[in-house]
């Protein structure tokens, strides 16, 4: 729990935004942490507990997305202390989460990892196992995507 309690908050926003439309977040962080409570052993080291978790809730998605192939879209919780146009927030945070599932699965991970969970692009690049490069190109074609499918959204709803 030590090395749990500092990573929760980066975790959580990682599965919200990871799981979205494939499983319930809080579903993906329970069956990930007693996953890792399991292989705990096995972790060599301390300071990538973090890169651990979320290695292991992507391959959790993997198998999920393997045995079900149903859209299931949670329920959002805005963290937003004002309650001003919270529900309108949460429709626009619904449709950026629609349209980043609909970015191919490097492409999502690698937005997901830069811009919800602050990670560097060099910490995204060791945990897809790609260059720097790749990553940034990832990047920049996902806010590409991402702006034409929020346009289509913005103008659909109008």
């Known amino acids: ?16 935004a990871r799981a979205y439309g494939e499983m319930e977040p809080k579903d993906l962080m329970q069956e ?18 973090l890169h651990f978790l979320f290695g292991t809730s992507i391959r959790i998605l993997a198998n999920n997305a393997r045995k079900i192939k149903e859209e299931h879209w949670p329920d959002l919780v805005s963290n937003d202390a004002s309650n001003t146009n919270k529900a309108e927030r949460n429709l626009e945070v619904e449709d950026l989460y629609k349209a980043i599932a609909l970015l191919s699965e490097l492409k999502r991970e690698a937005i997901i990892l830069f811009e919800i969970s602050g990670f560097s692009i060099k910490e995204i690049a060791k945990i897809q196992n790609s260059s720097e490069d790749a990553v940034k190109q990832r990047l920049v074609r996902s806010r590409q995507e991402l702006a034409l499918q929020l346009t289509e959204y913005s103008l659909h709803k109008a």
């Open 1 to 16: 729990m030590d090395l749990y309690q500092p990573v929760h908050n980066k975790f959580e926003r990682f599965c919200r």
């Open 32 to 49: 990930t942490i007693i996953l890792a409570f399991e292989k705990f052993d096995k972790i060599q080291n301390h300071d990538a507990f």
